[in-house]
T-cell receptor
Framework: NAGVMQNPRHLVRRRGQEARLRCSPM?????VYWYRQLPEEGLKFMVY????????ESGMPKERFSAEFPKEGPSILRIQQVVRGDSAAYFC?????????FGQGTRLTVV | SQQGEEDPQALSIQEGENATMNCSYK?????LQWYRQNSGRGLVHLIL?????REKHSGRLRVTLDTSKKSSSLLITASRAADTASYFC??????????FGKGTRLSVIA
């Protein structure tokens, strides 16, 4: 049973480009969470999804950011027209009940 | 909003000593969890304590929870250099996302 898989591990984008971050949850997990971590900081909640539904997106910026978790395939966090301030590590976690399992993260660098 | 707040922000100890980290939170919780993060890596779940529990052990880890003070502590006994990492507490209140604190950076010096 593979853990939570995120790809790519590292992503470099120029300002104005789009970034797509993928997360495959653990087998059987239907809950997916996305978090953002700035250097020397904790994890900031962005969005909570279940299959085909956004449950809580209170931590997601209103513009340029979107997330989905389709019936088939991985969850996608999409950042349009990236800016330097979007540079961070983005972590995905999945859970069945209470314990959350984290992926290794995608480190986005906007140049 | 940030729920858990860890204290201290950074801690440096000698190998073999015990390390104690604290976490305070603001609202009622169902569970409190501790995670570890090695530099540049994802988070690893360490231990979960439910709101009706007061103390829990796992190997060299001991977690306490005081719901009246809305606080928890994580004790690592006989620390090792490999324990060097950032430690985060996270709380949940039922079917809600985990809310993390900013973490305690632990350095264990050999």
């Amino acid at each position: 049973n593979a853990g939570v898989m995120q790809n790519p591990r590292h992503l470099v984008r120029r300002r104005g480009q789009e970034a797509r971050l993928r997360c495959s949850p653990m087998k059987g997990h239907s809950h997916v969470y996305w978090y953002r971590q700035l250097p020397e900081e904790g994890l900031k909640f962005m969005v909570y999804l279940q299959k085909e539904n956004i449950i809580d997106e209170s931590g997601m910026p209103k513009e340029r950011f979107s997330a989905e978790f389709p019936k088939e395939g991985p969850s996608i966090l999409r950042i349009q027209q990236v800016v330097r301030g979007d540079s961070a590590a983005y972590f995905c976690a999945s859970s069945l009940n209470t314990e959350a399992f984290f992926g290794q993260g995608t480190r986005l660098t906007v140049v | 909003s940030q729920q858990g707040e860890e204290d201290p922000q950074a801690l440096s100890i000698q190998e073999g000593e015990n390390a104690t980290m604290n976490c305070s939170y603001k609202t009622s919780i169902n569970n409190l969890q501790w995670y570890r993060q090695n530099s540049g890596r994802g988070l690893v779940h360490l231990i979960l304590i439910r709101s009706n529990e007061r103390e829990k052990h796992s190997g060299r880890l001991r977690v306490t929870l005081d719901t009246s003070k809305k606080s928890s502590s994580l004790l690592i006994t006989a620390s090792r250099a490999a324990d060097t990492a950032s430690y985060f507490c996270a709380t949940d209140s039922g079917n809600t996302p985990l809310v993390f604190g900013k973490g305690t950076r632990l350095s264990v010096i050999a």
